[in-house]
């Protein structure tokens, strides 16, 4: 749109030759044909930043799990299901990005098998056999070269600890922690409060800012860590 | 709009006084606060027999599960989330209504708990215990007395014969087959391939239709039976 492309005018073009893939969304494990454990991310902080960083100049992939949100202008978008089609997305473009920010809400655990057809009632109970997930932000910690790994944290509690624990475990340049729960904050919602954390101990506390807003502030931070790697 | 309001003008009110109940959507049965089990249902086809019988004058409410499709116009929207929310707001209203048409796509199975917290993954598997949930259709059509009522079976194969299974073990007045898998058919489609089975065991096969015109076959079916019980 006219709106757009005027917005995106007036940001100054700190990215410009820069390549940075968002992941963003919940992702889908088949249980059958119909049926799937997914979780309530909304993709709107990941898209924002997408947005926010092609507004800055740069080339951005956008992996995404399923949401109904329109694509960002200038975005190549690559639509992905479940952790195992995210994962090798990410996997296969690695190499060729300056910066990944995880953003999506990944399943920890599929279900061990996926029934071939629709899995009729029967039982007054049933069980469900889950397994592990590969881990696709530790993996980027192991596999990263100069790219700066940005995570995320969503956590209903002990918020700092969980981040504290992730930044190191998954090696990450900077994991921006949420309290989900909260109205103002999390899923669906177009405000966020969010934490950035960084390896070094420091910690930004800030107040409810639009998603937009959370998006510039990280790319302040992740232009800042490029210009130190060049 | 304008043109809802044209087409809405040009259908016969024969439903005129009637008052309907759709269902429509998936259902989400929470693990914890973050994580559910739902399934591949858009809601659109719901949605289109709501719209299509408020074009030909009912008073239609759609109790409507987590979707992201606009109300239709002139529509009593109530949304809810799990099968026992949607369970409840559609008992309440039952003694109100004419007909219900019950499109959507409800959970078989709950998870036994819901975790208060984010669950943190640990091991490399994990056990999801689930029971299973009321049967909304079932019980639909113990406590029905005047009312029309029409349910979905939306099957992976076997479609005549579950179908047929529950138009008698629900105590069904019809219901429209369909069997998900073809591209044309099913899940976040435009077009349907359905079957209408009735209680005397005629059925009426039809080619892929527009959703909206499955609405109106389906709503012309409906006209009929309430016509007979004046």
Same mark, same amino acid.
């Given at each position: +749109? $006219? =709106?757009? %492309?005027?917005?995106?005018?007036?940001?100054?073009?700190?990215?410009?030759?820069?390549?940075?893939?968002?992941?963003? &969304?919940?992702?889908? !494990?088949? $249980?059958?044909?119909?049926?799937?454990?997914?979780? %309530?991310?909304?993709?709107?902080?990941?898209?924002? #930043?997408? %947005?926010?960083?092609?507004?800055?100049?740069?080339? =951005?992939?956008?992996?995404? /799990?399923?949401?109904?949100?329109?694509?960002?202008? &200038?975005?190549?978008?690559?639509? =992905?299901?479940?952790?195992? !089609?995210?994962?090798?997305?990410?996997?296969?473009?690695?190499?060729?990005?300056?910066?990944? $920010?995880?953003?999506?809400? =990944?399943?920890?655990?599929?279900?061990?098998?996926?029934?071939?057809?629709? #899995?009729?009632?029967?039982?007054?109970?049933?069980?469900?056999?889950?397994?592990?997930? $590969?881990?696709? @932000?530790?993996?980027?910690?192991?596999?990263?070269?100069?790219?700066?790994?940005?995570?995320?944290?969503?956590? +209903?509690?002990?918020?700092?600890?969980?981040?504290?624990?992730?930044?190191?475990?998954?090696?990450?340049?900077?994991?921006? /922690?949420?309290?989900?729960?909260?109205?103002?904050?999390?899923? /669906?919602?177009?405000?966020? #409060?969010? +934490?950035?954390?960084?390896?070094? /101990? %420091?910690?930004?506390?800030?107040?409810?800012?639009?998603?937009?807003?959370?998006?510039? !502030?990280?790319?302040?931070?992740?232009?800042?860590?490029?210009?130190?790697? @060049?």
């Amino acid at each position: +749109t $006219i =709106v757009d %492309r005027v917005k995106a005018a007036l940001y100054p073009k700190d990215l410009s030759g820069k390549k940075i893939m968002v992941s963003a &969304g919940p992702t889908r !494990e088949a $249980i059958d044909p119909v049926r799937y454990i997914s979780n %309530r991310s909304s993709g709107k902080m990941g898209y924002e #930043i997408a %947005r926010a960083a092609e507004y800055r100049g740069a080339e =951005v992939t956008l992996v995404s /799990g399923p949401v109904s949100l329109a694509s960002p202008l &200038g975005v190549d978008r690559l639509s =992905v299901t479940s952790v195992g !089609e995210m994962a090798e997305t990410i996997f296969s473009r690695l190499d060729d990005v300056d910066a990944v $920010i995880k953003v999506a809400a =990944v399943a920890d655990y599929r279900p061990r098998t996926r029934a071939e057809h629709k #899995i009729k009632k029967k039982s007054d109970d049933m069980t469900l056999e889950l397994d592990k997930n $590969i881990d696709i @932000l530790k993996e980027l910690g192991k596999r990263k070269t100069r790219q700066v790994l940005v995570g995320f944290a969503a956590e +209903t509690q002990s918020l700092a600890e969980n981040a504290r624990k992730k930044i190191e475990a998954k090696n990450l340049d900077m994991i921006v /922690g949420n309290l989900v729960g909260d109205p103002a904050s999390g899923f /669906g919602t177009d405000t966020n #409060i969010v +934490t950035f954390f960084h390896p070094d /101990g %420091r910690k930004e506390p800030f107040e409810s800012m639009g998603k937009d807003v959370v998006a510039h !502030e990280l790319l302040n931070r992740v232009s800042g860590l490029l210009k130190e790697r @060049l």
